[in-house]
């Protein structure tokens, strides 16, 4: 159950992180020389393959530090590791911008007639990616000095509310606590204190919000100031930037959303279906995040890890004998962290050391269902990692949208193993009420926050955004999407909410949906399929990285996600596990 990396560094004091620290930095020397003087493919694939080698190298001194640091989160000198290979990285990644904008500036014939030739074959999909938004390139110098003032400009903005959440005291029945306390207040089974903690969280926020506000007004008016001055030769809409970063088309996402706007019952039942087991007749915020009550019988006994391993390796095993024999591999050589440790940081995910080709999982583990599922989710993770492990790296780095496809799928496979086994109610219950939460949160939230975020980038276009407006289109949103499974809105929640303000990335909530949708479209073709679906799945994963999900799809499950019949199969497996759950409550 605890990580054993001394295949990649022996600690942190192993010479050979500094020495390959030296390595990388006398590489970009050469790099930098030779960047403007590359004009065949075989130099240009040449160079690109020694760049992603030391890409690869300062990711895994990165990985290296980060899985220490979660593991102990005191430990101070991983954190100054991590700190320095992430620096060193963003110092890297600039050396390519001349060779990039060399690349855009080519016409298409030039440019097909180079990135189609066999040296430059692993890079094809990365550099028609960047090429298609050639048109919205800026001039090196204009490139150079936006990246320059977004520093302390744009990113500033999102680091100043870090701060704010950071500092951020909420009062609550009378105590003073901090945001991340009062956030776990909210999962009470007590539901008065959760009203407090809800209560006392947007009292905070409200106190702030002309602080909160003037960030999201920042943050959205430099990417509209950007996206018009990058709109010279072709208008670009905010929505084409995300889609971009999706790997989808517009297309796509409206047929996404349009369905689940078709299909929002099936999450608001899921909300209804909660609030009945709690005995809620008037479901409020507050009650989103609560757990379920205890049904009066004995309390569900700890499921050891071993057995969840095994519970876990069963249900892959029925789909995929390599999946379960993979598992297996992961245990044998130490690539899970599970094993509660003192200064452990929450959460988990998995991540991957690429010069080895070698995932690994990190989360905590305590026993209870929701671990089972969440060790088969992360294993799934793992499992997309390693049948790409042998894939060049720039073919391998997929998109949000696809990075839940596999982690999904096999948490799919494990629920239903697990509910084919169920003796009890009180089993089933527990197991198909995290597919509730999902559902609730997935289907019903997450399209609230695109609404809203939406909404507010069209009314920026108009002038600054003030506090009460912000509240009423949260409001707005709330009650499209939730509409009478809650009696009242969260018009707070754009400030609560971090995802907001989110100064990297703009509207990083629509891929949680289509993720989770998407995964379960996937899984939908297992039983339409039949025995070729298990190559075809695989296959489908290995071209995340190198294909549109458009694309993906057509080449692996001949459908078109653009067409909203996909999305329904998604949705009716939800509304059948909402049905079984509704049985029984």
């Known amino acids: 159950m605890q990580f054993d990396n001394n295949n990649i560094y022996s600690g942190l004091n192993d010479p050979k992180i500094e020495n390959d620290f030296r390595r990388v930095q006398a590489n970009e ?3 930098k020389r030779q960047v403007n003087q590359l004009t065949s493919a075989d130099d240009m694939a040449q160079w690109l393959n020694a760049y992603d080698g030391d890409l690869i190298t300062l990711m895994d001194i990165a990985t290296f530090a980060a899985l220490i640091r979660v593991v102990d989160s005191a430990n101070e000198q991983a954190e100054q590791l991590e700190a320095k290979a992430n620096q060193a990285i963003a110092e ?10 060399h690349l855009m500036q080519l016409t298409d014939v030039d440019f097909n007639a180079l990135v189609q030739s066999e040296a430059l074959a692993p890079f094809h999909f990365k550099l028609q990616h960047k090429r298609a938004m050639a048109v919205h390139r800026l001039s090196v110098a204009e490139e150079t000095l936006l990246q320059k003032m977004a520093v302390d400009g744009l990113h ?6 870090s701060k704010l959440a950071g500092t951020l005291r909420c009062d609550i029945n009378g105590e003073t606590v901090g945001l991340a306390s009062a956030f776990n207040m909210t999962m009470s089974a007590d539901r008065t204190l959760r009203e407090a903690a809800f209560n006392g969280i947007r009292s905070a926020w409200a106190e702030n919000q002309d602080s909160v506000v003037a960030g999201l007004n920042a943050i959205n008016g430099w990417r509209l100031n950007e996206f018009q001055r990058r709109s010279g030769k072709q208008e670009l809409h905010y929505l084409d930037v995300a889609c971009h970063q999706s790997h989808i088309t517009r297309d796509t996402l409206h047929a996404l959303m349009n369905t689940a706007d078709e299909q929002k019952s099936v999450g608001q039942k899921a909300i209804r279906l909660m609030q009945q087991w709690n005995g809620i007749a008037d479901g409020k915020p507050w009650d989103l995040m609560a757990p379920p009550k205890s049904d009066g019988t004995s309390e569900a006994e700890p499921i050891p890890y071993e057995e969840a ?38 959460g988990a995910f998995c991540t991957e050391f690429f010069a080895a080709g070698e995932p690994r999982v990190f989360m905590t583990y305590d026993g209870s269902m929701g671990n089972v599922l969440t060790l088969a989710h992360e294993l799934g993770h793992a499992w997309h990692a390693w049948v790409m492990r042998d894939i060049p790296f720039s073919a391998k780095q997929y998109p949000m949208t696809l990075a839940e496809t596999a982690s999904i799928f096999a948490e799919t496979l494990v629920r239903q193993a697990l509910l084919q086994r169920a003796g009890t109610d009180q089993l089933k219950r527990d197991i198909l009420w995290q597919e509730a939460e999902s559902a609730a949160a997935l289907l019903i939230n997450i399209p609230a926050r695109f609404e809203f975020e939406k909404n507010f980038v069209e009314a920026r276009k108009n002038g600054k955004v003030s506090a009460n407006k912000a509240r009423s289109l949260m409001s707005d949103a709330w009650a499209a999407w939730y509409e009478d499974s809650v009696s009242e809105y969260d018009d707070m929640f ?5 995802h907001f303000s989110i100064a990297e990335i703009g509207f990083y909530n629509y891929p949680y949906l289509f993720g989770y949708l998407f995964a379960l479209g996937v899984y939908a073709q297992k039983d339409k399929q039949g025995e070729n679906f298990r190559l075809a799945y695989r296959a489908l994963l290995q071209d995340t990285g190198r294909m549109t999900a458009e694309q993906c799809v057509e080449k692996h499950l001949q459908r078109d996600i653009r067409d909203a019949d ?20």
Do not use: C
């Open 29 to 31: 020397e050469t790099l």
């Open 92 to 101: 890297l990644e600039q050396i390519a911008e001349p060779l990039y904008d």
């Open 156 to 161: 500033a903005w999102g680091e100043q509310y």
């Open 566 to 585: 996909f999305w329904r199969d998604s949705f009716a497996i939800v509304d059948n596990a909402m049905e079984a759950f509704a049985k029984v409550i």
């Open 494 to 498: 754009w400030a609560s909410k971090l």
């Open 309 to 346: 391993l095994d519970i876990i390796k069963g249900a892959f095993a029925e789909f995929d004998p390599d999946m379960a024999n993979f598992v297996q591999r992961m245990h044998e050589h130490g690539w899970i962290d599970a094993k509660p440790t003192p200064n452990r940081a929450t």
